[in-house]
């Protein structure tokens, strides 16, 4: 089946380190996008990728780093710059033409005890 | 810059009645609408989008939207609510050019007996 794959579902760290969230898809999609999630503030986009080795940040890129040297793959690292990393972190994927939906993955809970 | 309000944070329906939630935007140019569900946990699955053309789209699910230009609204509407269609639903608009798309606040449907 097609689709985007998120891992692990959820991860708790110590403060102070970074952690990397894996995103796979095998939908042949040149786009793929990073969101945060927060209660009551809907969907905030944190980098996104058009082609590989490539990428441009979002809204709120700060504390976060991401890499994308396959087109199937990209990686988000929160870094320990990031002052309130705990959040549901959602990657996405689409054609990179205009008019195209996004399609998501299910989603990785990052807890930061 | 685009934005996208969702007026209502929570809307309690009675099963079998009838469902709208609302969604407003503002962008400058013609604008590309999106409504996405989210079940607690899981990532957005898209039920209808809007670019062009008709201006009442159907979706998936029973859903409907109808774009009003003069009112700047992308409203979404069922007929007649199930107790599984209890999630977050999500109004986006999209960008010019590449693929960004701007997400409302989301509401939350709680469906009563």
């Known amino acids: 089946d097609g689709g985007i794959t998120q891992s692990p579902k959820y991860l708790f760290r110590k403060e102070g380190q970074n952690v990397t969230l894996s995103c796979e898809q095998n939908?042949?999609?040149?786009?793929m996008y990073w969101y945060r999630q927060d209660p009551g503030q809907g969907l905030r986009l944190i980098y996104y990728s058009q082609i590989v080795n490539d990428f441009q940040k979002g809204d709120i890129a700060e504390g976060y780093s991401v890499s994308r040297e396959k087109k199937e793959s990209f990686p988000l690292t929160v870094t320990s710059a990031q002052k309130n990393p705990t959040a549901f972190y959602l990657c996405?994927?689409?054609?990179?033409?205009?008019?195209?939906?996004?399609?998501f993955g299910p989603g990785t809970r990052l807890t930061v005890l | 810059a685009q934005s996208v309000t969702q007026p209502d944070i929570h809307i309690t329906v009675s099963e079998g009645a009838s469902l709208e939630l609302r969604c407003n935007y503002s962008?400058?140019?013609?604008?590309?609408l999106f409504w996405y569900v989210q079940s607690p946990g899981q990532g957005l699955q898209l039920l209808l989008k809007y670019f062009s053309g008709d201006t009442l789209v159907q979706g998936i699910k029973g859903f409907e939207a109808e774009f009003k230009r003069s009112q700047s609204s992308f409203n979404l509407r069922k007929p007649s609510v199930h107790w599984s269609d209890a999630a977050e639903y999500f109004c986006?608009?999209?960008?010019?050019?590449?693929?960004?798309?701007?997400f409302g606040t989301g509401t939350r449907l709680l469906v009563s007996p």
């Open positions: 939908l042949n999609h040149d786009a």
């Open positions: 962008y400058g140019a013609t604008p590309y």
């Open positions: 996405a994927s689409s054609w990179a033409s205009q008019y195209n939906e996004q399609f």
């Open positions: 986006a608009v999209g960008n010019t050019g590449f693929q960004k798309l701007v």
